[in-house]
């Protein structure tokens, strides 16, 4: 990639209803400002980048009406910090709220979220660009970080990472110029990096005492069997009998691993194929009740709306037409 902001960051933001605008005093000079459209919402989008090794983003702004973004992402990884947000992510389905920390791994995938309106979005974020993990880290460190993906996607399940909120905190108020911006930026892309990395060694190290290797071998068959038959009513016996292991410890170790209890992990699956199906089929909003497994549409409806904030009328009316802009 050749220049970050133009190929990455504007194409989404103007999409979105952002143009080019004047840096303001509550952000860097170093950076450029975009700002959203009046009749869309109020507020800005503030970016730095260094040449094709990574970026630094800033988001405080409100949409005065709901949001379906779709859009052709570039390879890259990501860690977001959240002040404020009502935000999600659509397949795989992942809900963010205020006060939260989110990897993000790209493989030029097709992202797609709904961003909830009159809801602030106050964050700060990190994009780094496989030029700067795989070339220039390698350099600078030569083998030491092989698997960076794996890390930055195993921040979701991190509950307290105060050392990062605060570089994250440092980031947001800097108003340093010149030579000194760009040495401070890369520093504290390295000082997350590396806080990333090592909190993932850590976190590792304490799942392995608490998941034994026929523990994750059989947990791995749960979650294939799952996968297979969510559409379906799924009997704890029946998937107890898949693990080789009782009710209480399968439930236990689910939960340990997925962070979820069985029944929400199931639940998330067939909300997050209705959303598909509302998106990519004619089918009715009663077929699709029925196709992931709910029998009453009302049910359905409402347990829809309580995870995506929308009932399915609305959410395909939204995606629709967002999709035909």
Known sequence: MKDII??????????????????TFNYNKEGL?????????????????????????????????????EYKQPTYIGINYYDSISKKE??????????????HISNNDLYRAIYHRNIPVHSVGIEIMPEFYENYLDIKYPGEFKNPQFAFNSINDIDDFSE??????????????????????????????????????????TKKKILTSQDSHFLSLVHDYIEDNFIYDIKLDTLAGVALMGKTKLKYI????????????????????????????SLTIREISRAVGYNHVGYFSELFKRKTGLLPTQYRKLTKCNIGL
């Open 164 to 205: 990062l909120i605060f570089v994250f905190r440092q980031i947001r108020n800097f108003r340093g110029t010149g030579a000194a911006a760009k040495m401070y930026y890369e520093s504290k892309v390295f000082e997350a990096f590396s806080l990333i990395i090592e909190k993932n060694r850590n976190s590792n190290f």
């Open 90 to 103: 659509l397949q795989p389905y992942k809900q963010f709220n205020k006060s939260c920390i989110r990897g």
């Open 33 to 69: 400002c975009y700002c959203v459209s009046p009749n869309k919402g109020n507020g800005y989008y503030w970016v730095y980048a260094k040449e094709n090794l990574f970026s630094i983003s800033i988001q405080d702004y409100v949409l005065y009406d709901d949001l379906f973004l």
């Open 6 to 23: 133009k190929e990455m960051h504007e194409p989404c933001l103007f999409k979105c209803g952002f143009r080019p605008a004047k840096s």
């Open 254 to 281: 689910f939960k340990e691993a997925y962070k979820c209890t069985i029944t929400q992990y199931i639940q998330d699956m067939r909300i997050s194929y209705a959303e598909y199906l509302l998106v990519n089929s």
